[in-house]
């Protein structure tokens, strides 16, 4: 199985006791209990640990660790501040068209999202369809350790579905479920 692990911040990992400046694809049994120490390199942020236990799903303030396929598992990791007031980070820029999608949409933008997508793609669907595309779904989680412009989307119960998505002169020009 592959560990995936992704931060809001740059730093750099120790992972049972090794260290990595990336940690994309790091490979553990699914039995594995591993700790992920988060070293961040800005000095106002605040170094952390997470345990994982297996693949079981972690979600609290700082990590977010779900099991996306059963190769795959991925930790998402937050922000630690030294202040006990924060107005809060700000939001990571979004990497991707998909992702930039996804966002729109879910901030009820869909005249912009819409937008985004090819002639092609226009003609074949609603405004409504590509908002009950993505209504199930709460998060979207880009497959950075793989080609082809894949991503998961996960719904409320953590469940995730590998979809991709093809670019044509930089619009969004089809988004299919994988198998």
Known sequence: MELHVQSEFDCIYMINGEFYERADCISMSEYDVVYVT?????????????KLCGTQNVNDELALGLRLSPEHYLLSLSPRYMTV???????????????RLFSLIKSGEVQAAYAMLSDELKSSISKETLTSFFADYDRLIEC??????????VDKN??????????????????????
Do not use: M
């Open 158 to 179: 953590n469940a995730a579905r590998l979809h991709a998505y093809v670019l044509k002169n930089e619009f969004i020009d089809d988004i299919s479920e994988c198998d």
């Open 85 to 99: 007031y924060n107005v809060g980070p700000k939001p990571a820029p979004q990497k991707s068209p998909i992702a």
């Open 144 to 153: 950075s350790w793989e080609k082809g412009n894949k991503f998961f989307l």
């Open 38 to 50: 988060v070293l961040p390199l800005k000095h106002s942020l605040l170094p952390y640990t997470v």
